[in-house]
């Protein structure tokens, strides 16, 4: 048994009364893509190896697969608090044998702790909000100034020597950020910003970021709703 796996028998969060781990669980187990991303572990390890993050943290996608199967809630439970934000999401775990997709219920779990306000999640995500502001708002992605040491520790110095040339790579990559445009930015055709506030909304993504940060929440609403009443005034 490996370290990340010794000292996971016992329930870590007991503070946690059982009823609301079940019913996160259930919340979990009730999303229509569950069934098909769980079929059961060979406990073969082919997940483990093929997985980039298994080798740089204590993080097992077989653990995962094989919690869900159990059915062990306190197990799950803990995932769901310090696992889940170190999958890569890269999907190499679904070269596993029975099908199973841990990268999958992965993508799950996290929707689920999102939607319930999980205070580690929040955490986790305090750091990206100039992220999803950029990509839900503006439609590209992140612009170099966005890369500060103190959102993103764990990345080590490579951060703070990426920041100490921080004006060569505006001029390499000057995408629209926060603090100006340039004339060599790129930018998101209208019609296509409109027609992705709409999915926002309409797939319930503006709501989950209520959860993460209520700042950036009111301020994606009312910047995306009122490109929206502005297009169908044009229409």
């Known amino acids: 048994m490996r370290a990340w796996e010794a000292g996971k028998q016992a329930d870590c969060y007991p503070h946690v009364a059982r009823e609301e781990k079940e019913r996160l669980f259930r919340e979990i187990k009730d999303d229509e893509r569950y069934t098909d ?29 094989q919690a869900m199967a159990r059915e062990d809630t306190d197990r799950v439970y803990e995932i ?18 029975r099908q199973n997709n841990p990268g999958g219920l992965v993508s799950i ?25 950029k990509v839900m708002l503006k439609g590209n992605q992140v612009s170099p100034d966005m890369l500060q040491p103190e959102f993103f520790a764990d990345w080590g110095t490579w951060v703070e020597g990426f920041t100490k040339n921080m004006r060569e790579w505006r001029r390499a990559i000057p995408l629209e950020s926060l603090r100006g445009v340039t004339d060599a930015s790129w930018r998101t055709d209208h019609k296509t910003l409109v027609e992705l ?8 993504n503006v709501e989950l970021i209520r959860e993460v940060d209520e700042g950036l929440y009111e301020l994606l609403k009312n910047t995306m ?6 297009a169908e005034d044009e229409d």
Do not use: H
């Not at 689920?112 to 992220?131: M, P």
């Not at 506030?197 to 319930?204: D, L, M, N, Q, S």
């Not at 709703?225 to 502005?230: A, M, Q, R, S, V």
């Open 197 to 204: 506030y709409t999915i926002w909304f309409e797939t319930g």
């Open 109 to 133: 779990i996290r929707e689920v702790a999102v939607r319930n306000g999980i205070q580690e999640t929040r955490d986790v995500l305090q750091g990206y909000s100039r992220v999803i502001y």
């Open 80 to 97: 769901l608090i310090e696992d889940i934000w170190n999958c890569a999401q890269c999907f190499s775990c679904t070269r596993c044998p």
């Open 37 to 65: 991303y769980l079929y059961g572990c060979y406990e073969c390890g082919i997940c483990v190896s093929a997985c980039p993050s298994a080798r740089f943290y204590n993080y097992s996608p077989r653990v995962i697969a």
């Open 225 to 230: 709703e009122e490109e929206l009443e502005d």
